[in-house]
């Protein structure tokens, strides 16, 4: 996995979980898992060095096409519509509070950022992505990553508050997030004023 107690290693270890088999975030356990980063991640796999790895795009494409590895479970299947997070747009609460424009312009460029993903063509897609790539790190993607990549991906402002609960039970019986009270988490008042549709923040906050 990516990063101990992140994302992608809290559904690694849960999924494990559920599966009998047990793991410690000292590496410990039935299934040996070594929190490792991603380009890192492909070049072990392309050298026969680990078995297997639970990534974000566009990393698992990048081992299903250039490393030949297989999906065993695709996270979708594990969750209600097949709908979860993985990266989403936060500020602080003093941020929030000092600088109100600044959140609504940053909202405002979310949206329109996620509504040009949502329509444009494949192909100006692919050349806007790799040219950031490009300027970033110095290094693009081909195309058929960039396809496959983006075709496992929902782009949408909304939160999917409704998911935290669980993501937060997950980490704890995981062992690697402590409990914790996560009422009043989100607070969607800016987030609806640029929304195409109400946004709900699953009792969890504000809307």
């Known amino acids: ?3 101990l107690g992140g994302t992608q290693d809290v559904a690694l270890r849960a999924w494990l979980g ?5 793991t410690s975030a000292a590496g410990g356990g039935d299934v040996a898992i070594n929190p490792t980063e991603n380009a890192q991640t492909l070049k072990l796999f392309q050298d026969g060095k680990l078995d297997g790895a639970w990534l974000p795009e566009p990393w698992a494409s990048r081992l299903v096409l250039q490393a030949g590895a297989k999906v065993l479970v695709d996270e979708k299947s594990l969750w209600e519509n097949g709908r979860f997070p993985t990266t989403i747009l936060i500020v602080s609460k003093k941020f929030a509070a000092e600088h109100p424009q600044t959140v609504a312009a940053l909202l405002r460029g979310n949206k329109a950022a996620v509504d040009w993903l949502n329509s444009a063509p494949a192909a100006e897609k692919a050349s806007t992505i790799n040219a950031a790539l ?3 790190a110095g290094s693009t993607l081909p195309a058929d990553v960039i396809d496959r990549s983006l075709a496992n991906i929902t782009f949408t402002v909304d939160p999917l508050a ?6 937060l039970q997950d980490g704890v019986d995981a062992g690697v997030t402590k409990q914790a009270d996560i009422n009043g988490i989100f607070d969607l008042r800016a987030l609806n004023t640029v929304a195409s549709q109400k946004i ?6 504000q809307e």
Not at 18 to 22: A, C, F, N, W
Not at 162 to 167: A, E, I, Q, R, S
Not at 200 to 205: C, D, H, M, P, V
Request: charged share 20%.
């Open 1 to 3: 996995s990516p990063q």
């Open 18 to 22: 559920k599966q009998g088999l047990k």
């Open 134 to 136: 490009k300027a970033t």
């Open 162 to 167: 409704g998911t935290y609960k669980k993501l």
């Open 200 to 205: 709900s923040a699953a009792g969890l906050g």
